[in-house]
T-cell receptor, first 116, second 114 residues
Framework: GAVVSQHPSRVICKSGTSVKIECRSL??????MFWYRQFPKKSLMLMAT?????????EQGVEKDKFLINHASLTLSTLTVTSAHPEDSSFYIC????????????FGPGTRLTVL | AQSVAQPEDQVNVAEGNPLTVKCTYS??????LFWYVQYPNRGLQFLLK??????LVKGSYGFEAEFNKSQTSFHLKKPSALVSDSALYFC????????????FGKGTTLSVSS
């Protein structure tokens, strides 16, 4: 099956700093990538939809200036948490859609962000 | 708007007994339905999906799910639970349009006791 990687898997940062999380589709081209956020023992909340070469579409309530998403190529999308605060601590998961098979998205392993 | 409901926060079963994790959905048009499992501090693992065809879908690790259009349900089942099945289970739905995101239910914690 298709593989999606995320880097880093875990990051700890100080409040006020910015953190970049990478999501890569390793063996297919992803026309669309999605970023989700998950709180402990809670569901995945869709943050934004990212299409290659265009601006991301953010879900209601998600601050686009705080969560910068860039999808510069068909295999890479990045999420940058700017001026991170402790309340941004969460598990961030990306998924990738090749656009060929309409019935399955491929998920990355997730990134655990802890803001001190 | 699409939505998924998992009415149970937790399901407890004894090892060897059958298990059911419930899911109902709301979506316009024909739904694509999925089940995923998540172990602590891990990503999502795909279990099974319904797109079209046979209402009974068989997936990984002995799990199956039945699509019921009249009841708008897609319950996850397994005839005989294992302790190792203990995890967090998510039902998800998406429309049949390319490039649309999965919408997840809140999740159900399955606890299988020995």
């Amino acid at each position: 099956g298709a593989v999606v990687s995320q880097h880093p898997s875990r990051v700890i940062c100080k409040s006020g700093t910015s953190v970049k999380i990478e999501c890569r589709s390793l063996d297919f081209q992803a026309t669309t990538m999605f970023w989700y956020r998950q709180f402990p023992k809670k569901s995945l909340m869709l943050m934004a939809t990212s299409n290659e070469g265009s601006k991301a579409t953010y879900e209601q309530g998600v601050e686009k200036d705080k969560f910068l998403i860039n999808h510069a190529s068909l295999t890479l999308s990045t999420l940058t948490v700017t001026s991170a605060h402790p309340e941004d601590s969460s598990f961030y998961i990306c998924s990738a859609d090749s656009g060929r098979a309409l019935n399955e998205q491929f998920f990355g392993p997730g990134t655990r962000l802890t803001v001190l | 708007a699409q939505s998924v409901a998992q009415p149970e926060d937790q399901v407890n079963v004894a090892e060897g007994n059958p298990l059911t994790v419930k899911c109902t959905y709301s979506v316009s048009g024909n739904p694509y339905l999925f089940w995923y499992v998540q172990y602590p501090n891990r990503g999502l693992q795909f279990l099974l999906k319904y797109i079209t065809g046979d209402n009974l879908v068989k997936g990984s690790y002995g799990f199956e799910a039945e699509f019921n259009k009249s009841q708008t349900s897609f319950h996850l089942k397994k005839p005989s639970a294992l302790v190792s099945d203990s995890a967090l289970y998510f039902c998800a739905v998406r429309s049949n349009q390319a490039g649309t995101a999965l919408i997840f239910g809140k999740g159900t914690t399955l606890s299988v006791s020995s």
